[in-house]
């Protein structure tokens, strides 16, 4: 078992950042990819980007060029890097782990999740 906690969310104005921090239990050797997803009430949830063990990453559209994903192996923690943030980026932020190689895109494929870290933007 993983055990996954996120923290780091809050409310901002548009435009502000936030960085999002994931620790996990334990390190898991089958471990295939990490990610972050997000779901907003009544909304299906989303993939924002994602992190393979050998350091590609995957970021949706609506993440490309403001979030940055990365990792702390010594620490054991996954971060999302928020910037330039939208009202629209409002949502629970939750954060995965894949032993199986995926396909990614779809969140009943995921391992382990955590709990979610909540994102408020304003206008």
């Known amino acids: 078992q993983v055990e996954l906690e996120e923290s780091g969310g809050g409310s901002v104005q548009s435009g502000g950042s936030l960085r999002l921090s994931c620790t996990a239990s334990?390190?898991?050797?089958?471990?295939?990819?990490m990610g972050w997803y997000r779901q907003a009430p009544g909304k299906e949830r989303e993939r924002v980007a994602t992190?393979?063990?050998?350091?590609?990453?995957y970021y949706a559209d609506s993440a490309k060029g403001r979030f940055t994903i990365s990792k702390d192996s010594a620490k054991n923690t996954l971060y999302l890097e928020m910037n330039s943030l939208k009202p629209e980026d409002t949502a629970m932020y939750y954060c995965?782990?894949?032993?199986?190689?995926?396909?990614?895109?779809?969140?009943?494929?995921?391992?382990?999740w955590g709990q979610g870290t909540q994102v408020t933007v304003s206008s």
């Open positions: 995965a782990v894949d032993q199986y190689g995926g396909p990614w895109y779809d969140p009943t494929f995921w391992s382990y």
């Open positions: 334990r390190n898991n050797d089958r471990t295939s990819c």
């Open positions: 992190l393979t063990g050998d350091g590609r990453e």
